[in-house]
C-alpha cells in the first residue's frame, strides 16, 4: 500500500525519503526536511484507471514516446519522456530527453517546456502528466510547480 516507487524500499527508510506514501506516515522522522509538510500525512486518493485506461497509455507510450525516444537517445541523450494528456487520455504533447541542448531538459522539464509554448492547450489542471520512468528531483519540482 505504498507508492510505487517505494516499494523496494525497506520501511525503516521509507519515511526518510519525503515521498507521500498511501497510508499516513507512522513518525515522521524529525531531521527530514520535507517532514514538516502536512501533506506528507495525508492518504493519496484512490487510483481509479480502468484496464482500458491503462492500455491506452501503455500504447502511447510503447507507439508514439518510445520511438521518438530512441532517436533521441541515439543523438546522446537519455532514455527519459513524458507527455501531456487531455483528461480523455489524448496526447497534447509527448517529448523526451534534451540533455544535449541544455543539462536541464530532463524528459519531464523539456515536455513541460514545449507544452507552455503551445498557443491551444488545456489548462493544467483538466490535464494529466505522464512520466515514463519515476521522476527526479528536478522534474518532479517542474511538474509540481
Not at 65 to 76: D, F, R
Not at 88 to 105: A, G, R, S
Not at 134 to 144: F, G, M, N
Amino acid at each position: 500500500e505504498i507508492h510505487a516507487g517505494l516499494a523496494g524500499l525497506p520501511a525503516a527508510r521509507r519515511k526518510h525519503t519525503g515521498k507521500r506514501t498511501r497510508t499516513a506516515m507512522s513518525s515522521p522522522c524529525p531531521s527530514c526536511p520535507m517532514s514538516s509538510f502536512p501533506s506528507l500525512a495525508e492518504p493519496l486518493p484512490e487510483l481509479t484507471a480502468s484496464a482500458e485506461e491503462l492500455k491506452q497509455i501503455l500504447t502511447l507510450m510503447e507507439e508514439e514516446i518510445l520511438p521518438y525516444t530512441e532517436k533521441s537517445v541515439a543523438e546522446g541523450n537519455k532514455v527519459f519522456g513524458a507527455a501531456v494528456l487531455t483528461s480523455d487520455l489524448k496526447p497534447v504533447i509527448y517529448d523526451t530527453n534534451h540533455e544535449t541542448l541544455c543539462p536541464l531538459f530532463h524528459g519531464e522539464v523539456y515536455t513541460i517546456n514545449e507544452w507552455a509554448k503551445l498557443e491551444e492547450k488545456p489548462p493544467p489542471a483538466a490535464s494529466i502528466f505522464l512520466a515514463t520512468h519515476e521522476p527526479c528531483c528536478l522534474c518532479i519540482s517542474a511538474i509540481v510547480w
